[in-house]
């Protein structure tokens, strides 16, 4: 059974950052294009980011701007997106996800069930 398990979230300050975890089991994370995306209240899931099977290609939304990193540990089979700078207007439950390489949620078979982010400003 395949689980994807999302920890990090939290409340913070804009202008401050956190660290994302998605712990795999049931898949083996270099197995697959993983990806992050996020959700807002009343609004659709977006593409935050995504690496690819080697780990060799990283491919990040236009906002992010920088101000992001996906990375993988293979050892321990979890997938990472380290935030910086966040502003209040991405405050969203973060989900991870496996599948293809790609920005878009069409191409990934195995969502978590999410983790809160909250930016006061």
């Known amino acids: 059974q395949v689980q994807l398990v999302e920890s990090g979230g939290g409340l913070v300050q804009a202008g401050g950052s956190l660290r994302l975890s998605c712990a795999a089991s049931g898949l083996t994370v270099s197995d697959y294009g993983m990806g992050w995306f996020r959700q807002a209240p009343g609004k659709e899931r977006e593409f935050v980011a995504a690496?690819?099977?080697?780990?060799?290609?990283?491919y990040y939304a236009a906002f992010v701007k920088g101000r992001f990193t996906i990375s993988r540990d293979d050892a321990k089979n979890t997938l990472f997106l380290q935030v910086n700078s966040l502003k209040p207007e991405e405050s969203a439950i973060y989900y991870c996800?496996?599948?293809?390489?790609?920005?878009?949620?069409?191409?990934?078979?195995?969502w978590g069930q999410g983790t809160q982010v909250t930016v006061s400003s």
């Open positions: 996800a496996a599948g293809e390489y790609s920005g878009s949620s069409d191409h990934y078979q195995y």
């Open positions: 690496i690819n099977r080697s780990g060799g290609s990283r």
